[in-house]
């Protein structure tokens, strides 16, 4: 992951939130929180992040519908690279998220490797046009 990435986390969990915050600050990035997918929706439609890290379970709004909201936004906001970050690894809810709109899906507890391999995956399809 290239350092210096504004990265938008939704999480609701405090846990999850003090982890990936941390991480992401060691690694050079600027990381923002937010607690629900109503306030991610929000957040994207009103800054330019390279990349949102979306939980799938939160209050007010769900991951899913954030990120449908989000892909219906106009210009580089609708575009921007999510990766679904959840607990849920059930067949079928990888394909579940990416048809929501999700370019990619890492579960939890969050592993950094697989993390950064997603973030990577995500920047490779994304320069590949």
């Given at each position: 992951m290239h350092a210096g990435l504004q990265v938008l986390i939704a999480e609701d969990n405090q846990v999850n939130q003090i982890?990936?915050?941390s991480v992401l600050e060691?690694?050079?990035h600027k990381p923002t929180l937010v607690t629900n997918g109503e306030e991610a929706v929000n957040a994207v439609h009103?800054?330019?992040f390279d990349l949102v890290l979306m939980d799938i379970q939160m209050p007010v709004m769900d991951?899913?519908?954030a990120t449908r909201c989000i892909r219906a936004l106009e210009g580089r906001?609708?575009?921007v690279p999510i990766i679904a970050v959840t607990a849920n690894a059930m067949a079928g809810d990888r394909e579940r998220y990416l048809e929501a709109g999700m370019d990619d899906y890492v579960s939890k507890p969050v592993d950094l490797e697989e993390l950064l391999a997603a973030v990577d995956r995500v920047r490779a399809a994304r320069a590949a046009g």
């Open positions: 982890r990936m915050l060691k690694l050079g009103e800054c330019d991951g899913v519908e906001a609708g575009r």
